[in-house]
C-alpha cells in the first residue's frame, strides 16, 4: 500500500456540496457563536454539538478557548454555550486563566448554579481550585437584589455553590449578605414573579415595575401578550418598549418574536428595533444582501421557541442600513424590496417556498443582477451538491416528466439565461462576507470570503469595523 500520496479533503455539507477544511479554531468559533447548548439544529443533534465544542476546546490553546468563551458571552450575548466551554476549559487548562475566565462569563447570579451542573454533567466530582477561585469571584459582583431575584429550587442552589467555594467576604457587609444566602434568608426581590406568585393584582404589579424601571427589557418583551391580556395600560407599554432600558444583551430576534405574539405593538417594536442599531454607520456603496430561505433554515432556535433560523438571519438582513438590493434563496433567486425592521423580516420570509440550497448558483446570480461593492450571505452554509442535481436534470430531460419534487430544481437550471450547475462557492465581485447563523461541523464560506459566525448584531458591527481597518 502507497502512503507517499497528496491529501485530499472529502469533506461535506450535510446536503452534498464540498465543504472548506479548515483549523479546530475556526471550527470552534463556527460551532459556538450560534449555539444554543444542546438544541438540536436541522442537521445535527444538541448533544453531538456539544461534543464537538468539547473535543475542540482541548484541540486549541487555553488562551483561545478564554477569549472565546468571553466574546460569547459579552459580545453575542449568549448564555449557556460560553459557560459550556469554560467547563471544557477547566478540563483542559490550569491556572489563573481557569478562574479568570469563568468569573468574566458569568454575568447572572443564575449562571453560578447553571456552572456547577455542567460541571457535574458527567458525574459528580470535587471542583478545582482555580473553578473555586472562579466562581467566588463571579459571587462577589451580586448584590442582594440580583441573589434574591435567583435563589431558586434547582438541582444547584445558590447557597450550595457558596458551600462549595467558601469564598472570603470583603467585609463585614458581604459576609452578612452570604450568610443569608446560606439560610435563604434573603430579602425577597420585588419581581413580577414573586408579586404574581403571591397573589397580586396581574395589571397592577405590571404597571408598577414599569413605572419603577423594575422590569427587565427581555422580560417587558416576553410579557408583552400576558399584559396586554391583563388590561395594562398599552400607552405605558408602548413607552418602555420604545424607551429600551436594559435592552443591550436582546438580541435582535427578540423582537420579531415579541412583534408577532403582541400584533397590536408591533409599530412600537419596530421603532425599537431599528434604535437599536440606529448607532451603526452606513454601509458605503452598493450592498448585495443574500439570505437563504431554503428548508434547513426553517428549523428552530430551540424547542421552546417558534423563531427560527430563518427569522435569526431575516432580522440581521433587515437591520442593514446603505444602499441595499436584498435577494433569498432557496431553489431560486427573489429579490425583496428592502425594507428596514418588521417589514423587512416579513419581506424575506414571505419571499419563496423553502426548498433546496442552491447557494453556490445564487451568489453567481445575483453577481449577473448587479454589480456591488459588497455581499453579504446570510445562510447557514449547508450548499446542495449541485454537480449531483445537474446530472439529475439531465439523465431525466431523456425520460419521463420529472416529479413534482424535482420541478422546482428543473425549472431552475432549464430557465432562459440559467447560470450552470456549479461545484464550489463562487468568488465575490467585491467584498465578501458570509454570516453563518449556525452551529454545523462544516461549511463552505471561507477562502476569499470573510467568514463570520453568530445571529446577534455584533456580526454587523464587525463588517463595519473590518472595513475601517480595526477589525
Known amino acids: 500500500m502507497r502512503t507517499n500520496i497528496a491529501a485530499t479533503s472529502h469533506l461535506s455539507t450535510h446536503e452534498g456540496a464540498p465543504a472548506t477544511p479548515i483549523a479546530a479554531e475556526a471550527m470552534l468559533r463556527r460551532s459556538l457563536l450560534s449555539c444554543l447548548l444542546f438544541e438540536t439544529e436541522f442537521y445535527e443533534d444538541g448533544e453531538e454539538i456539544a461534543g464537538r465544542l468539547a473535543r475542540l476546546a482541548g484541540e486549541v490553546s487555553p488562551e483561545i478557548v478564554a477569549a472565546l468563551a468571553i466574546e460569547a458571552r459579552t459580545k453575542h450575548n449568549l448564555r449557556h454555550a460560553p459557560l459550556f466551554l469554560a467547563r471544557a476549559l477547566a478540563r483542559h487548562a490550569s491556572g489563573p486563566i481557569v478562574g479568570d475566565t469563568i468569573a468574566a462569563v458569568i454575568q447572572r447570579a443564575d449562571e453560578l448554579g447553571e456552572f456547577v451542573a455542567l460541571y457535574w454533567k458527567d458525574g459528580r466530582q470535587p471542583l478545582d481550585h482555580q473553578v473555586k477561585r472562579g466562581l467566588g469571584k463571579a459571587l462577589a459582583k451580586f448584590d442582594e437584589y440580583q441573589l434574591a431575584k435567583y435563589d431558586r429550587d434547582v438541582a444547584v442552589k445558590l447557597r450550595d455553590v457558596l458551600r462549595l467555594v467558601h469564598p472570603k467576604p470583603a467585609g463585614e457587609e458581604q459576609a452578612a449578605l452570604w450568610k443569608r444566602v446560606l439560610d435563604r434568608t434573603l430579602a425577597t426581590p420585588d419581581t413580577w414573579e414573586v408579586s404574581l406568585s403571591a397573589g397580586a393584582d396581574k395589571r397592577a404589579t405590571f404597571e408598577r415595575l414599569i413605572r419603577d424601571g423594575k422590569l427587565g427589557y427581555l422580560a417587558l418583551l416576553r410579557n408583552l401578550r400576558n399584559m396586554t391580556g391583563a388590561g395594562v395600560d ?42 437599536a442599531i440606529a448607532e451603526m454607520p452606513v454601509l458605503p456603496g452598493r450592498t448585495a444582501v443574500l439570505v437563504d430561505v431554503s428548508g434547513s433554515m426553517n428549523a428552530r432556535l430551540s424547542a421552546r421557541s417558534d423563531l427560527t433560523r430563518m427569522d435569526a438571519a431575516a432580522t440581521l438582513a433587515s437591520v442593514l442600513a446603505g444602499d441595499l438590493r436584498v435577494f433569498t434563496f432557496s431553489n431560486e433567486v427573489v429579490e425583496v424590496p428592502p425594507r428596514r425592521g418588521m417589514a423587512g423580516v416579513d419581506a424575506v420570509v414571505k419571499s419563496q417556498p423553502a426548498g433546496g440550497t442552491l447557494l453556490f448558483e445564487a451568489v453567481a446570480e445575483v453577481g449577473r443582477r448587479m454589480t456591488y461593492d459588497r455581499m453579504i450571505v446570510i445562510t447557514d452554509e449547508q450548499a446542495s451538491q449541485s454537480a449531483a442535481a445537474a446530472a439529475t436534470i439531465a439523465a431525466a430531460a431523456t425520460g419521463p416528466a420529472p416529479n413534482s419534487a424535482f420541478e422546482a430544481l428543473f425549472a431552475w437550471f432549464r430557465r432562459p439565461g440559467a447560470t450552470p450547475a456549479l461545484t464550489a462557492m463562487p468568488e465575490p465581485r467585491g467584498r465578501g462576507y458570509v454570516i453563518n447563523v449556525a452551529s454545523n461541523r462544516n461549511g463552505v464560506g471561507y477562502g476569499p470570503w470573510t467568514h463570520i459566525d453568530g445571529f446577534s448584531e455584533t456580526v454587523l458591527r464587525f463588517i463595519h469595523e473590518h472595513e475601517a481597518g480595526g477589525a
Open 234 to 275: 398599552i400607552g405605558l407599554l408602548r413607552e418602555a418598549v420604545i424607551a429600551r432600558r436594559g435592552a443591550e444583551r436582546v438580541l435582535p430576534f427578540r423582537y420579531v418574536a415579541a412583534a408577532r405574539v403582541c400584533p397590536q405593538l408591533e409599530p412600537a417594536i419596530d421603532q425599537a428595533l431599528s434604535e
